[in-house]
T-cell receptor, first 112, second 114 residues
Framework: QQQVKQSPQSLIVQKGGISIINCAYE??????FPWYQQFPGKGPALLIA?????SEKKEGRFTISFNKSAKQFSLHIMDSQPGDSATYFC???????????FGQGTILTVHP | EAGVAQSPRYKIIEKRQSVAFWCNPISGHATLYWYQQILGQGPKLLIQFQNNGVVDDSQLPKDRFSAERLKGVDSTLKIQPAKLEDSAVYLC????????????FGAGSRLTVL
């Protein structure tokens, strides 16, 4: 199975800081790259997503940066808040077949 | 809009016993997925349905796992017999025809095999 490699496994930042999580994919046929946020006891929820025709997408404090040639993309959380403490998963997939392949996850802890 | 419903939320069984999980997707969502999430890992696709037909079950351990989607709506995932390594959260997700990649997940069913 094509892999999606995510790093770091865990991340601790202070309130107001910037959180950065990185992801690398293998399958060049993938054309959809979302980030999901998961709180304990809940299912993953879509946070933000990008397609490879743009290099960056911003929604509020969350930004995805995409590097097609390197097959990498990253999530930046600006002004991190304690409420952002959760597990974040990158994923990748193809529009034609819908299913997503997920990374291993990053546990983010934001200290007040 | 009601979300993806799953039950039971928690289940504890002995190894070699059987268990079944139920999922009711969002109304109108033609595609339904079952993912397995082992503690500390990302979700792994087990099976994908389009209406009541199987699109992808390449990673479903078919010697012990089975799934069906009757009438293209609800779905049931069964494990028989369960092994210790089946301990995980089983997540159901669905997506609409217009947003094929946008998966909405349920809260999951946590299985513990003793």
């Amino acid at each position: 199975q094509q892999q999606v490699k995510q790093s770091p496994q865990s991340l601790i930042v202070q309130k107001g800081g910037i959180s950065i999580i990185n992801c690398a994919y293998e399958n060049t046929a993938f054309d959809y790259f979302p980030w999901y946020q998961q709180f304990p006891g809940k299912g993953p929820a879509l946070l933000i997503a990008i397609r490879p025709d743009v290099s960056e997408k911003k929604e509020g404090r969350f930004t995805i940066s995409f590097n097609k040639s390197a097959k990498q993309f990253s999530l930046h959380i600006m002004d991190s808040q304690p409420g952002d403490s959760a597990t974040y998963f990158c994923a990748s997939g193809g529009t034609s077949y819908g299913k997503l392949t997920f990374g291993q996850g990053t546990i983010l802890t934001v200290h007040p | 809009e009601a979300g993806v419903a799953q039950s039971p939320r928690y289940k504890i069984i002995e190894k070699r016993q059987s268990v079944a999980f139920w999922c009711n997707p969002i109304s109108g969502h033609a595609t339904l997925y079952w993912y397995q999430q082992i503690l500390g890992q990302g979700p792994k696709l087990l099976i994908q349905f389009q209406n009541n037909g199987v699109v992808d079950d390449s990673q479903l351990p078919k010697d012990r796992f089975s799934a069906e989607r009757l009438k293209g709506v609800d779905s049931t995932l069964k494990i028989q017999p369960a092994k210790l390594e089946d301990s995980a959260v089983y997540l159901c997700a669905s997506s609409s025809p217009s947003g094929a990649n946008v998966l909405t997940f349920g809260a999951g069913s946590r299985l513990t095999v003793l």
